[in-house]
């Protein structure tokens, strides 16, 4: 039953190295999210993706890439790890032009050394 | 995407109505209101969404005022395992659309 899913539940990296979330979903939704969530600031949109090579940015894009090639992966690239990107992220899907919910993937915790 | 307002904390007693609230004064036509709620430790889950009428499912009901610049979910018998963050957001349908999440309001259900 499982329709969005994270690459890895904990991932540690060193500074400086260049580290890649994956998100995968099965649902065929057009839409994919990236969000980072600390501690008394709630959800913070990354990236977004409406369509395959598509990507617009969120709020907080500084830092970080993403990749959209295939419309069931989206990928969030940290090109150059820093300990202040040290998170929770969470991956979310949702059908384009459709009313319904969205999807969230159970969540990477990145720590960052 | 319209902006919503919160109250960041909110207590109810085991097995009384839980009302939040949430302001979305800037809201447009287009737009809908959904409300997520998030558990500790996962990712958040769909509660329930309006456009303009009350709506009730399995979970909850939404109350969207008239104007629509303001919406209560209701939790109708609120349990200990209704403790969570609670997420009022109001989004288009359209392609390019954020989902944008604010601060929330952290329920506690106490005994």
């Known amino acids: 039953d499982v329709k969005v899913t994270q690459s890895s539940r904990y991932l540690v990296k060193r500074t400086g190295e260049k580290v890649f979330l994956e998100c995968v979903q099965d649902m065929d939704h057009e839409n994919m999210f990236w969000y980072r969530q600390d501690p008394g600031l709630g959800l913070r949109l990354i990236y977004f993706s409406y369509d395959v090579k598509m990507k617009e940015k969120g709020d907080i894009p500084e830092g970080y890439s993403v990749s959209r090639e295939k419309k069931e992966r989206f990928s969030l690239i940290l090109e150059s790890a820093s300990t202040n990107q040290t998170s929770m992220y969470l991956c979310a899907s949702i059908e384009w032009g459709k009313n319904t919910e969205a999807f969230f993937g159970q969540g990477t915790r990145l720590t960052v050394v | 995407d319209a902006k919503t307002t919160q109250p960041p904390s909110m207590d109810c007693a085991e097995g009384r109505a839980a009302n939040l609230p949430c302001n979305h004064s800037?809201?447009?036509?287009?737009?809908?209101v959904y409300w997520y709620r998030q558990i500790h430790s996962q990712g958040p889950q769909y509660i329930i969404h309006?456009?303009?009428n009350n709506e009730t499912n399995e979970m909850a009901s939404l109350i969207i005022t008239e104007d629509r610049k303001s919406s209560t979910l209701i939790l109708p018998h609120a349990t200990l395992r209704d403790t969570a963050v609670y997420y009022c957001i109001v989004r288009g349908n359209n392609a390019g659309n954020m989902l944008t999440f604010g601060g929330g309001t952290r329920l506690m259900v106490k005994p």
């Open positions: 309006g456009l303009k």
């Open positions: 800037t809201i447009s036509g287009n737009e809908y």
